[in-house]
């Protein structure tokens, strides 16, 4: 089993800036993967970013927040991070991270789940 808890969502004006946090326990954390994943009210949830455990820490960004979101994990903490800059009204939603077998934009293929932090951008 392994437990994730996100933290570091709020409410924030355009163009600010906020960090996440994914805390992940268990016996076998640290050999997942890291997928962070977005749901607006009546919209699908969405791929965000990815980061591997393994290879140096490979990273993913669906296209819409390249540039402004940046993926990292300290391994020693099991924390991976979002840090999200340059933040728009669009990037409203609750945030997941999740732990699976790979980096994969598909939320289904994932086997563990925080409980979600919103993020409120106002315009």
Do not use: H
Not at 12 to 23: D, E, I, K, Y
Not at 34 to 62: H, L, N
Not at 74 to 90: H, I
């Amino acid at each position: 089993q392994v437990q994730l808890v996100e933290s570091g969502g709020g409410l924030v004006q355009a163009g600010g800036s906020l960090r996440l946090s994914c805390a992940a326990s268990g016996r076998t954390a640290s050999s997942y993967a890291m997928g962070w994943f977005r749901q607006a009210p009546g919209k699908e949830r969405e791929f965000v970013s990815g980061i591997s455990w393994s290879g140096g820490g490979s990273t993913y960004y669906t296209d819409s927040v390249k540039g402004r979101f940046t993926i990292s994990r300290d391994n020693a903490k099991n924390t991976v991070y979002l840090q999200m800059n340059s933040l728009k009204p669009e990037d409203t939603a609750v945030y997941y991270c999740a732990a699976g077998v790979k980096v994969l934009t598909n939320p289904q293929l994932y086997d563990y789940w925080g409980q979600g932090t919103q993020v409120t951008v106002s315009s």
